[in-house]
């Protein structure tokens, strides 16, 4: 019996969105979007040039050039040309703003007086266009505000209702070159996907990945979500389908709220390295990542002096807000024989080919593509049971879990795997087949059989 074959990307303009995509910021978020970015360029779309690179943030056009550069030099970014930014081609050659802009503002909006506006210009300081400010309001995106257009003398020449209305503008005209062909739209933001969750082109099709965790502590299944999330909710059932990084999260979101959106999953891609067993160090244990509140670095500390193992000593390489405070802390304990903090690595993976043993504290995650990095440099983890998506690898192997929050259990299973070389070296042999379910190329298949899936049905927004 023949195995079925593979599915084949549709034939189809595919436009990726992102509120801002600059090198260091948004860790995993951005290294996600990318990815899937290079996928599709690698499975041929627009003839390996990749997709359409759509970005919103309000930067320069000489900022944007540099982190296009950025990306290019890391090899993130397949077409420099692809990547565009809605701010870039809002201003026209001779100044004001461009034609499409201004086609769109309308000259019978008129601004609230009492509204600051950030004025944005081009390089020779001419104004094209100016943005509500809404301080301190998560929700500043779904504003009524007018966002105000200029013409070349720098008068106001007319306004767009709000952000959807300016963000709505570039798209239509973005989309208006591809004639009558289908759209595959990837929106990897969910600011973007509530302003464009009412987008009834029929051509289009809106596929939503989520990156991150969707509840508040204690991050429970059922524990409560701030107002973001809440609204989001509401509207999953418009998109065609919204991707999820782990099953588990999926799961949870489905027994939660039912299924009256399309919930599928599409592992976050990681592509394999070459470990060096070489350098690996006897005794090592990493911690690896940002020093941020919800990592519970300090529990982390605690857990592996009390392990009190010979010999063994904690390297935490990361930077971030949390630094003074475990400074502090390791003094306090009287550890800094045998606990570094090292700082930011720029070779990352080095750390890991050293490591014996990798510790996991943290309270959640979005997706686990720290653990798998770790697994494909066959060091194993030791980590809290914390959603998502750390179970979702560590069941398979290469791996310990233990209790969320239970220093003393994570103390334990320190010690008995760096007490047990045998157990130890078998975790690290078995941990780069277990990495190897978020190849890229299984989650290459997984996005392609959902796209070709939604590009045979109608839009749900039609």
Not at 339 to 367: C, F, K, M, N
Request: glycine share 8%; proline share 8%.
């Amino acid at each position: 019996m023949l195995p079925d074959a593979a599915p084949v990307l549709p034939d189809a303009e595919y436009v990726v969105l992102s509120s801002r995509l600059i090198p260091g910021m948004d860790g995993g978020y951005t290294i996600a979007t990318l990815t899937r970015a290079r996928q599709l360029a690698a499975a041929g779309v627009a003839d390996g040039a990749g997709p359409q690179l759509l970005t919103f943030d309000p930067g320069t056009a000489a900022d944007h050039a540099a982190h296009r550069q950025t990306f290019v030099e890391q090899g993130a970014l397949v077409d420099p040309s692809r990547m565009r930014n809605l701010f870039d081609e809002a201003v026209a050659p001779g100044g004001g703003a461009a034609d499409w802009l201004r086609a769109a503002a309308d000259a019978a909006v008129s601004p609230d007086p009492d509204v600051e506006y950030r004025v944005l210009a081009d390089a020779e300081g001419r104004p094209f266009a100016a943005l509500p400010v809404i301080p301190g309001n998560p929700d500043w995106h779904l504003t009524e505000e007018p966002v105000l257009v200029y013409d070349a003398a720098g008068e106001v020449a007319g306004a767009l209702h709000g952000f959807r209305g300016l963000y709505r503008a570039w798209l239509e005209k973005v989309t208006a070159a591809f004639g009558d062909r289908l759209i595959v739209v990837i929106c990897e933001s969910r600011q973007l996907g509530e302003l464009i969750a009412d987008w009834s082109d029929p051509r289009v099709r809106i596929l939503h990945p989520i990156h991150t965790m969707h509840v508040e502590a204690p991050y429970t299944p059922d524990a409560p979500m701030n107002t973001l999330w809440t609204r989001w909710f509401r509207l999953t059932d418009r998109f065609d389908a919204v991707i999820w990084p782990t099953t588990t999260q999926r799961d949870d979101v489905v027994a939660r709220f039912g299924e009256p959106a399309r919930h599928v999953v599409v592992p976050n891609p990681i592509a394999p390295v070459t470990g060096r067993d070489d350098l690996r160090e006897d005794g090592l244990v990493v911690v690896l990542g940002r020093l941020a509140p919800g990592k519970r670095i300090d529990q982390a500390i605690r857990a592996f002096l009390a392990a009190d193992v010979p010999d063994a000593r904690m390297e935490i390489w990361g930077g971030g807000p949390e630094e003074g405070r475990l400074r502090a802390l390791i003094e306090e304990l009287g550890a800094g024989d045998r606990v570094l903090l090292a700082g930011y690595t720029d070779s990352p993976g080095t750390v890991l080919d050293r490591a014996s043993l990798i510790v996991t504290a943290t309270a959640y995650e979005g997706q686990p593509l720290s653990i798998v990095e770790a697994l494909l440099h066959g060091a194993p983890v030791v980590s809290y049971d914390a959603r998502y998506g750390i179970r979702d690898v560590l069941e398979q192997g290469g791996g310990v879990l233990v209790p969320s929050g239970d220093v003393d259990a994570l103390g334990v299973a320190i010690r008995d795997l760096l007490t047990d070389p045998d157990r130890l070296a078998a975790l690290s042999a078995e941990a780069p087949s277990v990495a190897a379910a978020w190849s890229p190329q299984r989650s290459l298949d997984a996005l392609t059989a959902v796209i070709a899936s939604v590009a045979e049905r109608p839009s749900r927004r039609v």
